[in-house]
């Protein structure tokens, strides 16, 4: 049985912690957060505690709070010579304290608060700084998940930096072009199946061969057309960013 400390109450712990409690191998021993309203959704299945000298023994402290909290919470745990990990994509390993043995549990995944389907293909990123160790968080990590890698504090950044364009950004303009819509009085919903076939065909096509849209055709009339459209300085300023730099990964310029 791995007995396993939770620190932090937000999307990720809350991942982790109804991924764990599915699997009879796994025992969540504690989950420490600073705000009890917030460790009401653990307290049926666990214990709980807002005390952060207060841990109870166990084989892996999971250290799931924001990234600016991380120096601060790990420096008050005292985990001296036990292992400790945290969840980001964006902080290097060596930023946990050095008496604790460290290492990196990183789910590849954007969480924030609903449901994801298909759990069991999310890919850890796992680091530690002895082989032991590691072994203990590659096997860990294949308890929920069938896709497992090896990644160094230096890569994982690049990855998450990747994760940023193809998730954030998308997102975001998502975000732009559903307030294009409601500014116009056009339905956003009527994008929606428009969205989920970008999304396909990425699945099987190179995102290079996949691009379509007035400047992948250098359709200049159109760029500036759409231009003339926006008002709105910030959306303008995107437009004409993105679309440089779609010109330019098929050798065409503004
Ligand atoms: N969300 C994602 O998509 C995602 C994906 C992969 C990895 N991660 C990483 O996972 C970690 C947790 O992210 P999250 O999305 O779960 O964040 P979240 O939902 O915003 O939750 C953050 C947690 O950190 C706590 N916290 C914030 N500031 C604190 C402080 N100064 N002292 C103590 N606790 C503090 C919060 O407590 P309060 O409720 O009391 O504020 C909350 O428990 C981060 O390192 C993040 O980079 C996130």
Known sequence: MVKVVLIGTGNVAKFLFDVFSEHPQISLVQVVGRKLEALNYFKEKTAV????????????????VKDEAILAVSQELMLQDRL???????ISMEAL??????????PLQTFSGVPIKNKENIPFCVEAENEEDYTFLEDLA???SNSVHRVS?????????AAVFA???TNHMYFLAS???AEHEVPFELLKPLIRETYEKIMHQTPLDAQTGPARRNDLK?????????KDNKQKKVYTTLSESIQESYGEKL
């Open 49 to 64: 505690t807002q005390d952060y000298r207060s841990l109870k023994d166990a084989d892996i402290y999971i250290l799931a």
């Open 84 to 90: 400790l990990v945290h969840t980001s994509g964006s």
């Open 97 to 106: 304290p050095e008496n604790a043995r460290r290492g990196v549990f990183y």
């Open 142 to 144: 294949k308890c929920i």
């Open 153 to 161: 504090s230096e890569k994982r950044k690049q990855l998450h930096l």
């Open 167 to 169: 998730n954030n950004f």
């Open 179 to 181: 307030d294009i819509c």
């Open 222 to 230: 159109t760029l500036q057309e759409h231009l003339l459209l926006l």
